[in-house]
Nanobody, 118 residues
Framework: QVQLVESGGGLVQPGGSLRLSCAASGFSFSRYALAWERQAPGKERELVAGITAAGDSTAYAPSVKGRFTIARDNAKTTWYLQMNALKPEDTAVYYC???????????WGQGIQVTVSS
């Protein structure tokens, strides 16, 4: 049974930091590209960051580049989103996603709230 469990969200002041984690089980983790997406109220879901299955390449939305870092730990079957210099516009529900065309898998976490407010 596939499970993706997110943690690390919450309320933080502008300029602060949070680290989101997504702990996975039930699939061949190392074969999957991983990503974080977010959805703010009244807005469409957007891709925030992604990392390849090999872990050799990452990509970021322009709005977070230089502030957020995605990383994976295959030994722990977990990936992370380190978020620094947070802004109120980063407030959203964040979702972790694992996808593999070869494995025909596309899995999502339950979503976790991040609120940036003073």
């Amino acid at each position: 049974q596939v499970q993706l469990v997110e943690s690390g969200g919450g309320l933080v002041q502008p300029g602060g930091s949070l680290r989101l984690s997504c702990a996975a089980s039930g699939f061949s983790f190392s074969r999957y590209a991983l990503a974080w997406e977010r959805q703010a109220p009244g807005k469409e879901r957007e891709l925030v960051a992604g990392i390849t299955a090999a872990g050799d390449s990452t990509a970021y939305a322009p709005s977070v580049k230089g502030r957020f870092t995605i990383a994976r730990d295959n030994a722990k079957t977990t990936w992370y989103l380190q978020m620094n210099a947070l802004k109120p516009e980063d407030t959203a529900v964040y979702y972790c996603n694992a996808v593999s065309a070869e494995e025909e898998g596309d899995y999502w976490g339950q979503g976790i709230q991040v609120t940036v407010s003073s």
